[in-house]
Every structure is written in C-alpha cells, then in structure tokens.
C-alpha cells in the first residue's frame, strides 16, 4: 500500500531546531517513505495508491500512551474521589476479581476507540487475560507494549510466570511486529522481594522491558521505609530489578537518593498526571527528572482513575502543573512535552527506533489534526498550540504501520458503534455480578 499525503503541515519531531513546514509525506507498506517540503521531486514521482488531502492539517508523529490498563474502561465512573489503597481494596479489585475474557476484550476495544480519536498509535498494557488485548489490538491496528499483571499476593506458586512466557511465545512480535510482550509485576507492595527478583531475571531471560507501579503514594512511600528501612525505589535497586530494562508508573514520592538510582539504571519515568491528581498523590517532579537526564514518558493509566484516555489532555495538563509547581512560565515547554509524548514514549517502550518521529526509514505511525477549528485559531506557533490548544477531538486521521486506521473521523478497522453498545451492557453485567457476589460473601 502507497499513500500520499499532500499539502500538510509537518511536524516531524525529529529536531528542535526543524521548524513546522508544508509539505508530502509518502509511505510504502508499514514505513515513510519521505517527508519533504512541498513540489519536492519525491512527491512529483510517487505513484500513490491513496491519496490524503491534507490542506488545513498538521502531521505529527502519533501519541504513546506509555501506561494504561485498558479493560478498565469498563469500571469508568464506578469508583471515583476515594483514597489509592480505599480505592483499589475495597472497589477496584474486587470487581475486577469478576472480569470475564470478553469484559477484557470488550473493555480493551473501548479504550482502544478513545485512542484513536485522540491519537495514540501505540500503548503500553499492564492488566489482565492479555492475549484478549491481544487480539483487540490486532483487530483495531494499532501498536501495543502489553504485560501480563503480576500481582505476587494472589500469585503464590508463581504460576503466572509461565503464562508469561507462554504469552512471549505465542504473541512477542505478532501482529506483523506491533505486538510486544513484556513483563509486568504491580508494585513493590503487592510483590514480595523474591518475586520481584523472579520478574526481573525473567525480563533478561525473554529480553524484554519490566513495567511496574513505583512510590505513586506517599502512604506507600511511608510504609515501605517503616518496614523496610528504604524506599521502594531503593527496594528494587536492592534486589536488582533494575538489571532489566525498567520503566516506572507514577514515581511522584521521591527523595534525594532515589532521582540518582533512576538515573544511573536508566530506568524510564511515567508520568500520569491526572491520575495523581484525582487520587491526591500529588505532582511528579518531571522538571527534576528531565534535568537529571531520565527519559519521560506519559500516560493515562486506566480508565477508572482518569476517567478517559485522552493524552492531549495529559500533555495539557502536565505542562501546566509543572509551571505552577516551580513558579515558573518556561518550566516544561510545549516542545519537550511532546517530546514525553512521542519520543519519550518511544524510549520507554524499547522501541525508538521504529517510532516516534516522522522520518523516512521508521514506521508510519502518525496523526492528522483538523486545524480548521476557532480554537486553533491563529496559528501563530504550531507547538504552543498542540499542547495549549488541541484536544484529542481534533484528530481527524491516524495512520499506524502504514495502515489507514482513521480517515475524516471515521475508524475503519472495526465498528465503533456495535462496541459502545456492546461495552455499556458488559459493564453494567460485570458491577451487578460484583455485588452479588459481594452479598453472598
């Protein structure tokens, strides 16, 4: 498949220092092809299968949303304004202990839908029952990072290892390569030190990245050195988990220490700046991190601690809680917050070879958006305007590994519609089932 995208604004990411300019982007089968400034001679010459107007749009490479957990969905607007710990004990795991493989399936190609219409080509999962995400993910298109949850407290006989690696077996580069399995242990809370050492020897065995959740809380922070006598940052450092290619959910309760251990084991920081927000866990000290040299990423987590999947809602927001919290107006710019959305991700998912720029040679995975909106209008500087002024809702067009996912609004691999439906019956099937079960106990 040849397409043609011509007369768009691109912006490719890849420096700084290249502005936003008009232009084609023209993609054979799954990769760019070119990105040239418009009446280039690559353009004259491409013989396109299809061609994509792109006059009052601007090309951006497409969002990662580096942590999420996306059956979730279906719990969305169920348990909301309550403590982490009240949260996940007394509301979220118990409903969840009743998921079904198709409230998995359905639950992911919910969120899946919210991701291409706010245009994230790529996430990465750490959930339940993955080869159901699996095979959301396959059918949708997109490109996906997805770990088994390893939550060691109900896993005693560590039997959930080997489904992991059957998992990296059966799906690891499936999906015509979109398709990466990693290894996923919870927290250093639900995770004993043994089984946390078993999930980072088992990442190096399969080599492949480690997700975990990291001092998202200060209770957990707090608990952690009351019992331990160290941090759960220093926890894991200590037993090694780090010898993997590790990625942190949260990290927002650090102290001086634990910035150096991040950096030196190149661990990748992200960042979910609503999700802290709604649980009262307060501000992640991004502008710290990027000066120390960790990479971020960012993400929405799941759906029923957001509530949506929105990361241009993310980017908004993040930029703008880090200048409050550092008094500052240049703290976090738009240029480096969607650098954390795209490039940053990319890292984080071990895969920034493939994406995160528009750039001939790497996967076509980008986005259009409409800039034919009041709110976008003028346009004085494209960057200031994506992160200050775009909402998801103005993606028009996603392209992921060449494919057309989404044209003039309309998504083109699956029935949106039928999985709303679909979704809304699940969902009120899989809470009354829940509290029945919660009587009868």
């Avoid at 290249?18 to 023209?26: K, L, R």
């Avoid at 490039?343 to 920034?352: P, R, T």
């Avoid at 034919?372 to 992160?387: G, Q, R, S």
């Amino acid at each position: 498949m040849r397409v043609l995208i011509k007369n768009v604004k691109i912006l490719t990411m890849a420096s700084q220092s290249q502005t936003v300019f008009s232009g084609d982007i023209g993609i054979e089968d799954q990769r760019i092809l070119f990105v040239e400034s418009e009446n280039s001679h690559a353009s004259k010459s491409f013989v396109a299968d299809k061609t994509i107007d792109g006059t009052n749009h601007l090309a951006m490479p497409g969002l990662i949303n580096a942590h999420t957990h996306m059956g979730m969905s279906l719990l969305r607007n169920y348990a909301d304004d309550l403590p982490l710990m009240t949260w996940l004990n007394e509301k979220i795991w118990p409903v969840e202990a009743n998921l079904t493989d198709e409230d998995i399936y359905f639950g992911t190609m919910l969120s899946i839908a919210e991701l291409i219409r706010s245009g994230c080509t790529t996430f990465r999962d750490m959930y339940f029952k993955e080869e159901e995400v699996a095979k959301a993910t396959t059918k949708s298109g997109l490109r996906a990072n997805l770990g088994l949850g390893l939550v060691g407290v109900t896993d005693p006989e560590n039997q959930l290892f080997d489904k992991v690696k059957a998992l990296h077996a059966s799906l690891h580069n499936s999906a015509n390569g979109r398709i990466r399995i990693e290894v996923a242990p919870h927290s250093p809370y639900t995770c004993s030190g043994a089984y946390l050492k078993t999930a980072s020897e088992l990442a190096q065995e399969l080599d492949t990245p480690l997700h975990i959740h990291l001092s998202e809380s200060l209770v957990e922070v707090e608990e952690s050195i009351k019992q331990l006598g160290k941090t759960p940052i220093q926890h894991v450092r200590d037993l090694g988990v780090f010898n993997a290619r590790t990625s942190g959910a949260h990290c927002v309760h650090l102290m001086e220490q634990d910035f150096e251990i991040l950096k030196t084991n190149q661990v990748s920081v992200l960042y979910n700046p609503s999700s802290n927000l709604k649980l009262g866990n307060g501000f992640a000290n991004i502008g710290r991190m990027l000066k120390e040299g960790i990479n971020v990423a960012i993400g929405t987590d799941g759906s029923s601690s957001n509530n949506n999947q929105n990361l241009f809602e993310e980017m908004h927001l993040g930029a703008l809680v880090n200048k409050g919290i550092e008094a500052d107006p240049t703290a976090l710019p738009a240029y480096k917050m969607l650098e954390i959305a795209t490039i940053g991700g990319a890292k984080a998912l071990g895969i920034e070879q493939e994406v995160g720029t528009l750039e001939p040679g790497k996967k076509a995975d980008l986005i259009l958006i409409d800039l034919n909106k009041p709110h976008l209008t003028p346009h004085h500087d494209y960057v200031a305007m994506l992160v200050y002024s775009a909402a998801g809702s103005d993606v028009s067009h996603m392209i992921c590994d060449g494919a057309v996912i989404m044209e003039n609004y309309q998504i083109k691999t699956f029935d949106e519609s039928a999985i709303i439906e679909k979704a809304s019956v699940l969902a009120k099937q899989l809470i009354e089932r829940s509290m029945s079960k919660n009587r009868e106990a």
